[in-house]
């Protein structure tokens, strides 16, 4: 590496797959209480488990966001880090808040957490994805602007390039939207419109700045092609992602009490959405083919491909099959919007904070990349994983359709129960498919210890 | 992507872009906020709702169940409970009937233990969300 400080990374990618780790294995549990719904009630209830499984992606998710940015941003800015200690202090502090986080959902029940944690002060908890208790909230906020604080301090004294002033924007619209997690009126209608403020602006809003930043950072590297050229690649993506994701949050409006009005504007802006993500995989594979070079690492130039690629089909695609209005009032909170939102959230998050640290791990480690040996494993690793979560979405989907039709649309709409029994199969073969991608989680942590002939750095 | 179409270029369209469709946002953010009173029954919301509300945080019922389609896919709709099962009595009893254990091979809810007041405060709370304007959804009783 370039850069001393850059090495703060390390730590945060270690963290962010072992998090990963957990999440899946949640998942498999989720998956399994779908069939036999009794699997570990009443000491681990599916809400428990789901909540688990949900916040372990969040908080991974940021570790891989917070890693890219200690390993990026010395680079772009060619200048050591602001504060490594400071870095290296907050990730112990993450660490530590969060696994205390996790302890607590699975040893005390929630109620009791939420009284313990001051919920009664100040009532931020049980809404879907910030069921976080309130020190647990505060903590993040104190480790996003100390973390801001670091990577700003160190773009400011060093290098400006466009990918230092996205990705800060991403990070920046990431702290300042979490805000809205404090905000909790007993009007249930203003709670719903605005907890949309974090989490639709969060994944269809400022994430896909810091993905587009991502990629463009490794795009870079592994291709050799201009700066100038991917730059230019990255705001225009960017620009397509904010013009349609901004109004886009409307398709989530639809039928939580705001005005209808919110129908047209959403399903028009959110119908463009697929756009900057079709315009991401048409850039990913633009570059490799255009590249200058030729690197060794492979595994890394195949996740930023996939990156584009699966970002397309999970955000883009399905998300526009049941993003318009007619199709929605339909579709609304069926498996159609958990097949959705599993693709998405693998292609364009998953993948892009494996790209990352596919790209660096090897060259934190001493090595411009893995031995062939190692990297052979990776690339199975991605396509067990990545084939697992088409099968999972496409399952998902069909159980969607047909409990959209059982439940909603046949002549004699059957109750919710009734209609999940009739469609256990596509459950089974969901968590058939979810094993799969365990399987291929462990080829992945192992291919980290895959040794064989190394290229130096 | 031609040399004419430069990258100051670009990156003053995404943020003259971002900062107008933002403030559209704004816009559209505020006159929703003012048609709100219309559509989303205050005049109802009693401390005993806001107790429900309460209720059904700490519970994450959110976990398992929707409301107005947002939530998980785990667990029947709640939006409409009381209009499905015909009454706020109706919802109480199915919530105090829980078994502690489940129910052998079978989805089952949690029992929550809750006192009369939680039971009348959760009911309360259902009840007032059936009436919330919501453009008609969920198409059926079913949820």
Not at chain 1, 408 to 415: A, F, I
Request: with cysteine.
């Amino acid at each position: 590496m370039q850069y001393k400080s850059q090495a703060v990374a390390t730590p945060y990618f270690i963290a962010a797959i072992g998090l990963f780790a957990g999440q899946i294995l949640f998942g498999i549990v989720l998956g399994l209480q779908y069939v036999l719904g009794d699997f570990l009630f009443p000491a681990i209830p599916f809400n428990i488990a789901r909540m688990v499984h949900t916040n372990l992606l969040i908080v991974w998710l940021l570790f891989g966001f917070m890693g890219a940015a200690y390993y990026m941003i010395p680079e772009e800015s060619e200048t050591e880090l602001f504060s490594p200690k400071l870095a290296i202090a907050l990730f112990w502090i993450f660490l530590v808040a969060g696994a205390l986080t996790i302890v607590g959902y699975l040893a005390v029940p929630y109620a009791t957490l939420a009284q313990l944690t001051g919920n009664d002060l100040l009532a931020t908890m049980g809404r879907e994805f910030l069921e976080q208790p309130l020190p647990t909230k505060l903590g993040i906020v104190v480790v996003a602007l100390a973390f801001l604080f670091n990577i700003t301090m160190t773009v400011l004294k060093g290098r400006k390039t466009s990918i230092s002033i996205v990705m800060l924007l991403g990070l920046w619209g990431l702290a300042v939207f979490f805000l809205f997690s404090f905000y909790n009126p007993a009007n249930i209608v203003l709670d719903k419109f605005f907890w949309w403020w974090v989490v639709h602006l969060w994944v269809e809003g400022v994430w896909e700045l810091i993905l587009g930043a991502m990629l463009s950072f490794v795009l870079i590297k592994v291709t050799g092609v201009d700066r100038e050229v991917i730059e230019k690649w990255l705001y225009v993506i960017v620009t397509m992602t904010l013009i349609s994701g901004i109004i886009g949050t409307g398709h989530h409006f639809y039928w939580i009490g705001a005005p209808e009005y919110w129908q047209w504007w959403g399903s028009i802006f959110s119908a463009l959405e697929p756009i900057p993500f079709f315009a991401l995989t048409v850039f990913a594979f633009n570059m490799v083919n255009r590249r200058r070079r030729e690197h060794p690492n492979k595994a890394a130039v195949l996740w930023a491909l996939g990156t584009g690629v699966m970002s397309f089909l999970g955000a883009g695609v399905w998300g526009f099959l049941h993003t318009l209005a007619p199709v929605n009032y339909y579709t609304h909170g069926t498996q159609i919007t958990a097949a959705h939102g599993h693709m998405a959230f693998y292609g364009a998050y998953v993948m892009v904070v494996l790209t990352m640290i596919s790209y660096a791990m090897p060259i934190l480690r001493g090595r411009a990349a893995n031995s062939n040996k190692a990297q052979v494993l990776e690339m199975w690793s991605f396509w067990l994983m990545t084939v697992a979560m088409v099968f999972i979405t496409l399952f998902l989907t069909a159980a969607g359709i047909l409990q959209v039709w059982l439940q909603r649309v046949s002549e004699s709409p059957l109750p919710f129960m009734v209609a999940q029994d009739q469609i256990s199969l596509f459950y089974w073969l969901r968590e058939g498919s979810g094993v799969v991608f365990l399987i291929g989680l462990l080829c992945y942590i192992a291919s980290f210890f895959v040794r064989g002939e190394e290229k130096t750095a | 992507m031609s040399g004419a179409f430069s990258k100051s270029m670009a990156r003053n369209i995404f943020f003259g872009g971002t900062a107008f469709f933002f403030f559209l946002f704004l816009a559209l953010t505020f006159d929703t906020i003012q048609q709100y009173p219309k559509r989303d029954m205050r005049q109802n919301i009693t401390p005993q709702v806001a107790a429900g509300k309460h209720i059904w945080e700490t519970r994450n019922c959110v976990g398992c169940h929707t409301l107005m389609g947002e939530g998980a896919y785990f667990a029947p709709e709640l939006a409409n409970v009381v209009a499905r099962l015909g009454s706020k009595e109706a919802v109480k009893a199915f919530i105090q009937s829980r078994p502690v254990e489940g129910i052998p091979g079978r989805r089952s809810m949690p029992q929550f233990n809750l006192t009369e007041e939680e039971l009348d405060a959760i009911a309360a709370f259902l009840e007032h969300v059936n009436t919330i304007n919501d453009a008609n959804w969920p198409p059926n009783v079913q949820g």
